[in-house]
């Protein structure tokens, strides 16, 4: 299996995980998410990470997606993936959105990961876009 694993700030990962699921399809089994809390420290959060993670077998594989690409949850996850002896397994992406969760999740058993790779990080930087709204064109585009 491929677990998409989810890592941010707050509640970001919980709600990206809820967004998810609202549009892939209700109880997933593998999305994982772990939001590091203001009132937590590292080690409560890399607790939470790991037991989140006790759910991954050998023959599995993981996409890894953080709020920030050098943010503290995402640093400590990596850093807990490699000391779980999963970072062979483990693709990891940091400043995710929804896009590119979303075709993630539809798109993950369908391709192979080097695949999945470059096809996800050429489709996240086509989502963003300057929204116009002050008339002229009607898709909003610019």
């Keep these: 299996m491929k677990y998409i694993v989810l890592v941010s700030h707050g509640a970001f990962a919980d709600g ?8 892939d399809g209700g109880d997933r089994s593998d999305i994982i ?3 590091l809390k203001p009132e937590e420290g590292a080690e409560v959060f890399v607790k939470k990470f790991k037991d989140a993670l006790k759910v991954v077998k050998a023959e599995d594989e993981i996409l890894m997606f953080g709020d920030l690409a050098s943010g503290s949850p995402l640093t400590m996850s990596a850093n807990a993936v490699s000391e779980m002896g999963l970072l062979d397994r483990a693709t990891i992406y940091g400043g995710a959105n929804l896009p590119l969760i979303l075709n993630a999740s539809l798109m993950k058993d369908a391709m192979e990961t080097t695949d999945l790779k470059e096809m996800l990080l050429n489709e996240a930087h086509d989502e963003l876009k300057l929204m116009d709204f002050s008339g002229g064109d009607d898709d909003g585009e610019i």
């Design 16 to 23: 990206m995980a809820s967004a998810l699921k609202m549009l």
């Design 33 to 35: 998410s772990v939001g």
